[in-house]
């Protein structure tokens, strides 16, 4: 944004008392600073937004710290043009060891302390969690894997029968739960849930999260579970086909299912944008099309 459309949303937040901007993309906080003076509105950017909605969800210890670190490894990159204003002062560009360059230094050290202390204590808890995976050995297991808000708790909730915790808000699940389900008499499959994941994630939170997913989809095959009604539907199965891949995970066998048909109405205009590849459509729901899964998962087995 140029000065003229920076104006331009001045006057339009004035109008209509917005006091919160969101940037799509990430910008300095140098920026950040000017463009605020500007509006006389606060300004955050999409990853800030991400990582405070994951803080708030965090339940789990577990969880807790991984945001927290990410937090830490993202002020990090804030720190860099926090204190560029002081530089100014002690001799401009190409000149070190000013007031800022210090500063910065000092703030720097302490926040890497915090995140090697975060470090430890996380490793210890993943290693505890190895343990307790181990214990569940012998039954084959499914991870479960789809953009944020899909239904993915929904669906495992349906197949075993327990109480995952699921709302229509983004990012309901932020930890690896899995539940043990009897897809038919006697065959047992694990089915993991994972932390749903979403366009332009963090780079700092995926990072944090990294081994919480890569443990779960560690599995023998993967569910991936899509939202038919969302108008983004192709770009969502993309993203997390994007993700699959950057993960390794992209040449596991998979079931794809297409959730919330229930509320499709018009299945003559949906199946002009059905995603390429083969779909199974059901309703995590309602239970509708879920034999058909089964169907599926048995085969997979
Ligand atoms: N109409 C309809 N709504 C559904 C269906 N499945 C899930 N939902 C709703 O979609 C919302 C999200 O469901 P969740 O199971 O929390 O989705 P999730 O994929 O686990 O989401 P995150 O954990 O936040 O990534 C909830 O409001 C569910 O009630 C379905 O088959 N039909
Ligand atoms: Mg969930």
Redesign the pocket.
Known sequence: MGRGKIDELAKIMKEKKIRLVIFDDEISSGQIRNIEKIIEGRVITRAELILDIFAY?ARTHEAKMQVEMAKLEFSLTRLRHLWTHLEGQTGGIGVRGGAGEKQIEVDRQSIKDQIGRHRKKLDSLQKRRSIQRNLRLGFPVAA?V?????????????LSKSD???????????DAMTRRTEIAPDRFVLLT?????IRKFPPQLAASFRSTIEEAIEADFLIH?A?A?HPNLIEQIETVERFLKELGADEKKMIRVL?????IKKSLEFRKRLPPGNWIP?????G?GIFMLKESILDML
């Not at 995952?164 to 932020?174: I, W």
């Not at 059901?282 to 309602?286: L, R």
Request: charged fraction near 25%; avoid cysteine; glycine fraction near 6%.
């Open positions: 969800k479960v789809g953009y944020t808000n899909v239904g993915k708790s929904t669906l495992i909730n349906k995952l915790y699921v709302e229509d808000k983004l990012f309901a699940t932020l849930d994972t932390v749903g994941f579970v939202d009604t959730n919330k048909m229930d509320t059901i309703s995590a729901k309602t509708a």
